[in-house]
C-alpha cells in the first residue's frame, strides 16, 4: 500500500433533499481534497450547505451522487458502498466538534473524553490515562471531574475537542465550533484545532460562517447556495 | 463505563422517587402474596393442630368448616369399633362473639373430650384443662391472662392455659373448653325457654284424643329430653391404626347411613378448594393489575428519559458507539429501578409483616417467583425505550 496522499477525498458530491416538487439541492457536485495536517475552512452563510457537506463527510449523512474517500477508503460512490461498517469508521477514523459542545450531561470532563476511548476498545485504565493527559494537554487538568455544567463555553468546547482527537482520528470535523463562543475564546478553539492539526497530522475541516475565525488557515472554500468556490 | 448508573446518578432525584413508588407497588404485591398463604396456613390451622386422619361428619356436607354438620356425639362408639380406628374423639366448633372493652370481638370455640383428640397443640403459659366444666385454654392472640373469666351461655368460665398461634378458618382466635362445657354453652337453654318448650309440648300432646293420659305423660318426658339433649357434637375425627388402610375405613363408615367420613387429604382440598379459591383468584387478579401499574411505570419513566436522552444517544451514535451501548444504558436502568424497587418493597414487607392484622406467610418460593417476574417486567419496560433509541439519528446531535 502506497502513502495516503489525501485524507478527504470529495468528488462531484451532490446532496439533494427529498423527491420531486419539494426537492432541495443542498450541496451541488462539490469536489475538494484535504491532506493530512492541513486545516480548512468551509465558509460561507447560513443554509448555504456547508454542515449538509461536512455530514457527507462525516458518514451521518448518505450523499446522494458523487464519491468520498476517507483515509484511503472509499465511503460513498452514488450513495453508500455496501457493507461498510459506518459505526465503526466514525470512530476510527472521524472526530466529530459541533456548535454547542454536545458533551453528555451525566459524565464528567474526564468521563466525556473516556467513554470515545471505551467504545473502541480501549481498556478502562489506559482510557483513564489518555483522557487525563489529553485534557491536561489542553490546560483542563483541574477540570477532570467536572460535569459539563460546571464548565466556560471555552473549557467545555476544549473538553469536547480533547473527545474528538481521543482515538488520534486521520479527519477532524468541525460544524460552527465558535459560534457560541465570545471573539477571544472562538479564537483560541482555532487556533488549538491548528495546533492539532500539525501535531497530529490529522486533516481538519472547520465549517463556520465567521470571516474573522479563519485567520491562519490553509484553505478556505467559500460555501453559497451549495456550491463550492475555491 | 457504566452509563446508566452515572445517568441515574446525576438524575438521582427522579430515580430514587420512582423506585420508592415502586418498591411500595411491589410490596403491596409481595403482602398480597404473603395474605393469600396466610389465609391458606390459617385456614389449614385448626384441622392440622387436630391431626386426625379421618373428619366424620352429618351426610351429605362437607363439614365440619366448610358446612355446618351435626352428628350425635355417641356415634363416637360406632367409628371406634370399625377396624383399624384407633381413636375417635368428638368435637364441637362454634363461631362466638362477646362484648370486650366496648368493642364486639369474635373468636372460634373448640369443645373437645378431654381425654381424646383435638385439644390444644401446645401449651405456652399454664396448664391443659384438668376440670370437667368452667374451664378455658385460649390461644394467644386474644390477649387474655391466666385467671380471667369470660361469660359464655350461663357460665363463667377461668383461663387457665395460653395456647399458641392457631386460629380459625376465618381468621380468628380460638379458644377450647371441654365438650360438655361447649355443648351447653351451644345447646343449652335458660330455665324460661325450657318451661315454654315443656308447656308447647303437653298442649300440642293435650290435642291428640287417641292418646290416654300415661301415653301423654310418657311421651312428653321423652320429648322433653330429647329437645334439651345437649348431646350433639359437630364432627367426630379418628385417628388410625399404624398400617390400617384408610380407604377401607372410609368404604365401611360411609357404608352406615347418616354419615359422610372425610379423610384429612380431602379435608384441606374442600378447604383450599372451596373456601380460599375466591380469595386466590381475587388476590392474583389484584397482583396481576399491580405488576400491570409497575410495568406502565418503568415503561413510562423510562420511555420519557430515553426522550431526554435523544441528544446524548444521537451522539453516543455519531461518535460510533455500538447499539449494544445504548441498548445496555437503557435496559440497565430498567432493570436496576425493578431490582431496587423488588429490595425496597421486600424490606418494607419484612420489616411489617408481623403487624399486619391478618397472617403473612413469605414464602421463598413465591418470593423467587416475584423476582423473575419483576425482571422481565423491567427488560419488557425498557423495550420501548430501546425501540426509540434505535431509531435517533446520529446527526439529530447536530445543531441546538
Ligand atoms: N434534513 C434536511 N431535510 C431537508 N432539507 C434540509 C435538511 N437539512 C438541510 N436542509 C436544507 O439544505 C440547505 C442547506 O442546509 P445546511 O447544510 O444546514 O446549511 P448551513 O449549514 O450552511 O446553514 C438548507 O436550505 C436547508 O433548509
Ligand atoms: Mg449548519
Known amino acids: 500500500m502506497g502513502e495516503i496522499k489525501y485524507a478527504i477525498e470529495v468528488e462531484n458530491?451532490?446532496?439533494?433533499?427529498g423527491k420531486g416538487v419539494t426537492a432541495v439541492t443542498a450541496i451541488a457536485d462539490a469536489t475538494l481534497q484535504v491532506k493530512p495536517g492541513e486545516l480548512v475552512a468551509l465558509l460561507g452563510p447560513s443554509g448555504s450547505g456547508k454542515t449538509t457537506l461536512l455530514t457527507s463527510i462525516g458518514l451521518i449523512n448518505e450523499p446522494t451522487h458523487g464519491k468520498v474517500v476517507i483515509?484511503?477508503?472509499?465511503?460513498?460512490?452514488?450513495?453508500?458502498?455496501?457493507g461498510l461498517d459506518l459505526k465503526r469508521l466514525r470512530r476510527e477514523?472521524?472526530?466529530?466538534?459541533?456548535?454547542?459542545?454536545?458533551l453528555i450531561p451525566f459524565l464528567t470532563a474526564l468521563e466525556n473524553v473516556m467513554i470515545a476511548l471505551e467504545i473502541n476498545h480501549m481498556t478502562r485504565k489506559e482510557a483513564t490515562v489518555?483522557?487525563?493527559?489529553?485534557?491536561?494537554?489542553?490546560?483542563l487538568g483541574h477540570r477532570l471531574y467536572n460535569y459539563p455544567s460546571a464548565l466556560s463555553g471555552g473549557e467545555a468546547q476544549r473538553v469536547a475537542i480533547a473527545r474528538a482527537m481521543a482515538n488520534k482520528p486521520k479527519v477532524i470535523l468541525a460544524d460552527e465550533p465558535t459560534a457560541a463562543l465570545d471573539t477571544e475564546n472562538g479564537k483560541n478553539v482555532m487556533a488549538l484545532l491548528k495546533k492539532l492539526a500539525v501535531e497530529n497530522n490529522s486533516a481538519i475541516l472547520v465549517v463556520t460562517h465567521d470571516h474573522r475565525m479563519v485567520e491562519g488557515f490553509d484553505r478556505i472554500f467559500h460555501v453559497n447556495d451549495g456550491r463550492l468556490v475555491n | 463505563m457504566n452509563l446508566a448508573i452515572r445517568d441515574i446518578r446525576y438524575h438521582r432525584g427522579r430515580f430514587i422517587l420512582t423506585t420508592i413508588g415502586l418498591g411500595l407497588l411491589l410490596g403491596v404485591v409481595i403482602s398480597m402474596g404473603g395474605i393469600y398463604r396466610g389465609l391458606s396456613a390459617d385456614a389449614l390451622a385448626v384441622l392440622e393442630s387436630t391431626r386426625a386422619d379421618i373428619w366424620v361428619v352429618q351426610q351429605d356436607t362437607n363439614g365440619p368448616f366448610a358446612e355446618s354438620s351435626r352428628i350425635p356425639e355417641d356415634s363416637k362408639y360406632r367409628i371406634k369399633s370399625v377396624p383399624g380406628v384407633a381413636e375417635a374423639s368428638p368435637l364441637s366448633f362454634q363461631t362466638i362473639q362477646i362484648e370486650r372493652q366496648g368493642k364486639p370481638f369474635r373468636f372460634f370455640l373448640i369443645g373437645y373430650d378431654l381425654n381424646g383428640l383435638g385439644g390444644p397443640s401446645e401449651i405456652l403459659a399454664g396448664r391443659d384443662i384438668r376440670q370437667k366444666h368452667y374451664e378455658m385454654v385460649v390461644g394467644k392472640?386474644?390477649?387474655?391472662?391466666?385467671?380471667?373469666?369470660?361469660?359464655?351461655?350461663?357460665?363463667?368460665y377461668t383461663i387457665v392455659g395460653i395456647t399458641g398461634k392457631v386460629v380459625s378458618s376465618g381468621g380468628d382466635a380460638?379458644?377450647?373448653?371441654?365438650?360438655a362445657d361447649a355443648q351447653d354453652i351451644q345447646f343449652k337453654k335458660d330455665n324460661d325457654a325450657i318451661r315454654n318448650d315443656r308447656e308447647r309440648i303437653g298442649d300440642n300432646l293435650a290435642g291428640i284424643r287417641i292418646l290416654s293420659p300415661v301415653q301423654t305423660k310418657y311421651l312428653k318426658q321423652n320429648i322433653a329430653a330429647i329437645s334439651e339433649s345437649t348431646h350433639t357434637v359437630n364432627t367426630v375425627v379418628a385417628r388410625l391404626m399404624p398400617g390400617a388402610n384408610l380407604h377401607e375405613v372410609q368404604e365401611r363408615i360411609s357404608r352406615w347411613n347418616h354419615f359422610h367420613p372425610i379423610s384429612a387429604e380431602e379435608q384441606i382440598r374442600i378447604m383450599t378448594k372451596g373456601m380460599i379459591e375466591k380469595a386466590r383468584m381475587q388476590i392474583g387478579l389484584f397482583r396481576v393489575i399491580l405488576l400491570v401499574i409497575s410495568a406502565v411505570i418503568i415503561s413510562l419513566i423510562i420511555y420519557t428519559s430515553t426522550i431526554d436522552k435523544i441528544k446524548v444517544i444521537a451522539t453516543l451514535k455519531l461518535i460510533g458507539a455500538q447499539n449494544r451501548v445504548i441498548i445496555g444504558m437503557i435496559l440497565q436502568q430498567s432493570l436496576l429501578m425493578g431490582v431496587i424497587a423488588y429490595f425496597i418493597g421486600y424490606g418494607l414487607i419484612l420489616l411489617t409483616y408481623e403487624k399486619f392484622p391478618r397472617r403473612i406467610v413469605l414464602e421463598a418460593f413465591d418470593l423467587q417467583v416475584l423476582f423473575v417476574i419483576v425482571i422481565v417486567i423491567s427488560m419488557g419496560s425498557s423495550f420501548v425505550g430501546i425501540r426509540k433509541a434505535?431509531?435517533?439519528?446520529?446527526a439529530e446531535a447536530l445543531g441546538g
Do not use: C
Open chain 1, 130 to 139: 489518555r483522557a487525563t493527559e489529553l485534557l491536561e494537554s489542553l490546560n
Open chain 1, 93 to 102: 477514523k472521524l472526530g466529530f466538534i459541533f456548535q454547542a459542545h454536545n
Open chain 1, 71 to 82: 483515509d484511503g477508503t472509499m465511503v460513498a460512490d452514488e450513495g453508500w458502498v455496501p
Open chain 2, 141 to 156: 392472640s386474644m390477649k387474655m391472662g391466666i385467671g380471667e373469666k369470660i361469660h359464655l351461655g350461663l357460665h363463667d
Open chain 2, 390 to 394: 434505535l431509531k435517533v439519528e446520529p
Open chain 1, 13 to 17: 458530491l451532490t446532496k439533494i433533499y
Open chain 2, 174 to 179: 380460638v379458644a377450647y373448653v371441654s365438650l
